[in-house]
């Protein structure tokens, strides 16, 4: 904390006013390890530094920027009465199905476990009741722990975990959509932005409220809002809402959950169509130029990583503009890195995503060109 007293500043206090009033003292005395005069004047900087910060931290917690982790979930239920968003569990569905209907009908019920060859388990939340003559029907899963590493793409969920229990041997399962909404404990920075939008999203039913309302179902980080139009210019009575998670994915289940969370948030006889969104992986290549006595490789690594981060902070629908990776890149100059108009190769323009996508890139899509 730069804006406070150090201790060393209010150890130098002590020594100056000793020095300056008491003339039995040998001046040198105070700065003796284990003198009398040292120990007291450090004891007494020690515990005023303790003090101070005492008193910085918790006048850092009554503010939104100041408190973390217990504190800002204090501040914002008792001034707004939101939660932080814990941990959610990925959400899609799954197609349960047979090559012959031989074994008649039957049910694979609520509850059973299925897994992706990585390991993750999903368990049915609905179930799949096959009539005599049905081949394929669907099932909504759930993963049965939380967080974004239990999320998986389509065609991953691919086996039942207790297979001999089924009413049919030979059912298979896929899901032909990559599973959604699975995300970790939300982060500080996370929450206080969607807090900042709160007294935004007060009066309900604007387009920004209903962007707010998507934002508290967990799982969704990211909700675009836009008004149909006649096409006098007259509002359609209708708003289209895209949804995303982290990644860039929303499944239909997690619409399911959004639609359900409108009805707080839409105005009345105002339709809302959520549609769910799938990422669109770009490339990006960067020409890197390092002042001298740079450790040049952990620096790279660095920006790689900040590249990351920014692009997959865009929000659904959102476009990649160049001047945005320009000033993500200026972040690092006092690092060492030069920025000049050669520094970004590629893309050569703004990137603008189809409607219901989002923009979204990986590590090994962020490379560096010589």
Known sequence: MPDIPTRLDYYRLGRDYITGRN???????????????NIFVGVAS?????????????TAALLLDGATEEDLDRYVWDRYQLTRKGASAAIGAVRVFRTSTAAGAGTVPSGTVVAAPNGVEYVLTTSA???????????????????????VGKNAITSFRNAGDLFDPTLRINNDKPTAGGEDRELDPVF????RAFWKAARRGTLGAIEFGALTVAGVVSAQASEILNPD??????????????????????????RAALLEYRAAGIQVQVFTSLPEIVDIELRLKFKANVDTLALTEIIRAGVVSFVN??????????SQLYATLQRYVENGL???????VAPTGDLIP?????VRTTLTNVTVVP
């Open 46 to 58: 020690v515990l005023a530094d303790k003090v101070t910060r005492q008193l910085a931290y918790r």
């Open 129 to 151: 009741t096959f009539a005599g003559a049905d081949t394929e029907v669907t099932a909504r899963v759930r993963a049965v722990q939380a967080g974004k590493s239990t999320q």
């Open 192 to 195: 206080r932005d969607r807090v």
């Open 233 to 258: 210019g007259n509002p359609g009575r209708l708003v289209e809402l895209y949804i995303a998670d982290s990644s860039g994915v929303a499944s239909d289940a997690l619409a399911d959950i959004v």
């Open 338 to 344: 030069i920025v000049d108009e050669t520094t970004v």
């Open 313 to 322: 902070s865009l929000p659904v629908n959102g476009p990649l503009f160049i």
């Open 23 to 37: 003339t039995k003292i040998d001046p040198a005395q105070v700065d003796i390890d284990g003198s009398n005069v």
């Open 354 to 358: 189809s409607v219901g996508q989002t």
